[in-house]
């Protein structure tokens, strides 16, 4: 079992910056990643990174924008948002994946743990 806790969500003037944080504790994770879901659309990808080496992954729609990181030594992954569109505007989800591989870190289906989300809100 992995244990997946999000913080950091809120409300931010467009233009503004938030930081997103998850830990993931229980197993050993291979991929975690944040997705993004609005009400009537589905669960979208917006950034991976692996835990060994630490390769990162984005969505075009935030490339450039947004920053995912991680502290091994946390069990902790982070997800940098600047330069917030009032399109960002989602609830955001972190999901770990303990046997997650490449071909499908973009997909929802990829992940087998995942948190409970947190409401980030971004104002025109």
């Known amino acids: 079992q992995v244990q997946v806790e999000e913080s950091g969500g809120g409300l931010v003037q467009a233009g503004g910056s938030l930081r997103l944080s998850c830990t993931a504790s229980g197993q050993f994770v291979r991929y975690s990643s944040w997705f993004r879901q609005s009400p009537g659309q589905e669960r979208e990808f917006v950034a991976a990174i692996r835990r060994n080496g630490g390769h990162e992954y984005y969505a075009d729609s935030v490339k450039g924008r947004f920053t995912i990181s991680k502290d091994n030594s946390k069990n902790a992954v982070y997800l940098q948002m600047n330069s917030l569109r009032p399109e960002d505007t989602a609830v955001y989800y972190c999901?770990?994946?303990?046997?997650?591989?490449?071909?499908?870190?973009?997909?929802?289906?990829?992940?087998?743990?995942w948190g409970q989300g947190t409401q980030v809100t971004v104002s025109s």
């Open positions: 999901a770990a994946g303990t046997g997650t591989i490449l071909s499908a870190i973009r997909s929802p289906a990829g992940y087998n743990y």
